[in-house]
Every structure is written in C-alpha cells, then in structure tokens.
C-alpha cells in the first residue's frame, strides 16, 4: 500500500521559515520523480518543486530563491525548506509521487501552510 504523509505544515509570520516533509512508504523511493504542489483556496493547484529521480531541481517562478526542495532517498523522504515566506504563500501543501516508467502517480492528504501577522 502506498502512502504519501507530509508534515511540517503550520502557522508563520511573514519572512518566517518552515520546513516541510513527505515520507513515502510502499514504494521504491528512487524511482520516482517527486514534487510539491499547493492550492489555495478558490485557486488550481499548481506545482511549487520538483525533483526527478537523477536529482535535477525545478521551481515555480513564484518559490525560486525562497525555496528549496531535497530528497532522502535512503530514508524514503521528500523535504521542501521554505524561507521569507510570504501571505500568498497560504495554501495546502501536497506531495506527489511519479514512478519514472510506469507513470504511476500518488499524492498525500496535504499539509496546511498559513502565513500571516
């Protein structure tokens, strides 16, 4: 059985830091590419970091230079470490799973981030 559980999630000040985690049980870690989305309320979701499977990092035009997504891949664990946050930052937070041959795909319940004074 595949499970996605992010933590970290929580209330901060703007210019405030968190750090957010995803571990990943059921399946081979290093196979898939993996990924953080958020969606605010009335809005899409939308994809914040990703990280394949060879280690390339890409980010949301929004996030870049403020965040930073890494991988663990012998403790099966995806972590996004968020700096000078900002209101518009306030979303749920998702990790996403994709397996890089079968395109299997899998996503966590999600992880409130509000941001506000």
């Known amino acids: 059985q595949v499970q996605l559980v992010e933590s970290g999630g929580g209330l901060v000040q703007p210019g405030g830091s968190l750090r957010l985690s995803c571990a990943a049980s059921g399946i081979i870690f290093s196979i898939y590419h993996m990924g953080w989305y958020r969606q605010a309320p009335g809005k899409q979701r939308e994809l914040v970091a990703h990280m394949s499977s060879g280690g390339s990092r890409s980010y949301a035009d929004s996030v870049k230079g403020r965040f930073t997504i890494s991988r663990d891949n012998a403790n099966n664990t995806l972590y996004l470490q968020m700096n000078s946050l900002k209101p518009e930052d306030t979303a749920v937070y998702y990790c996403?799973?994709?397996?890089?041959?079968?395109?299997?795909?899998?996503w966590g319940q999600g992880t409130q981030v509000t941001v506000s004074s």
């Open positions: 996403n799973a994709v397996q890089i041959f079968t395109r299997a795909t899998y």
